[in-house]
């Protein structure tokens, strides 16, 4: 069984993730295969830098997200563009992660994506999960932990479902607003609960 988990940015996905590898589950990260399929030597930066140039490199020939980042929020056709480029590759790359996780005989695995629905990645998987948290927590996290501004966040929020288009497609929800061992208590009873689906 392949479990999706998603929630919009600074919603602690990683951290949830965690407390379900705690607990037996293998995951991989979306965000991983993503900045996989752009390092050197990939055709996804190659195509990158012919259409963005060097503002978007580094001086060792990687790419600076950063700077790409703020090309494409703040311009939608250069977004579609990148994502009409990277979804079929970060797509791929994933399922290739998938079954390499179902040979080493987890109970069930973890897709942890910020863009499960937006991606059409929720295809692949069984069960989505939905982190939630209130926005103006998501602002004060993702600042915090990024050192950006309010307007970026705001941007990359627009630019994801809003929260409740998210808890809409969810068949099972995470509310992480609270302390650490809410959030780890929430995980052992749907680990539960897909254990006992899978009769593991």
């Known amino acids: 069984m392949i479990i999706g988990l998603t929630g919009g940015i600074g919603s602690g996905k990683s951290t949830v993730a965690r407390a379900f590898e705690a607990l037996g589950a293998a995951w991989v990260d979306a965000d991983d295969v993503a900045r996989e399929i752009v390092l050197p030597e990939e055709p996804a930066l190659l195509a990158i830098k012919n259409r963005f140039g060097d503002q978007v490199m580094h001086q060792d020939g990687t790419l600076n ?11 939608p056709k250069q977004r579609q563009w990148l994502e009409s480029i990277t979804h079929p ?3 791929e790359r994933l399922l290739q992660h998938l079954k390499r996780l179902k040979v080493q005989g987890a109970p069930y695995a973890l897709l942890v994506s910020p863009l499960l629905f937006e991606s059409g990645q929720n295809t692949l998987v069984n069960r989505a999960v939905v982190v939630d948290v209130p926005q103006a927590l998501q602002l004060s996290r993702t600042q915090q932990r990024d050192g950006v501004s309010e307007s970026q966040v705001r941007a990359i929020l627009a630019a994801q479902l809003s929260r409740e288009q998210r808890l809409a497609k969810a068949d099972d929800v995470i509310d992480n607003s609270g302390d650490h061992a809410s959030m780890m208590e929430q995980v052992a009873r749907l680990d539960e609960r897909y254990r006992r689906q899978l009769n593991y």
């Open 89 to 91: 590759k970060i797509r």
């Open 65 to 75: 997200r950063a700077a790409l980042r703020e090309i494409i929020f703040n311009d």
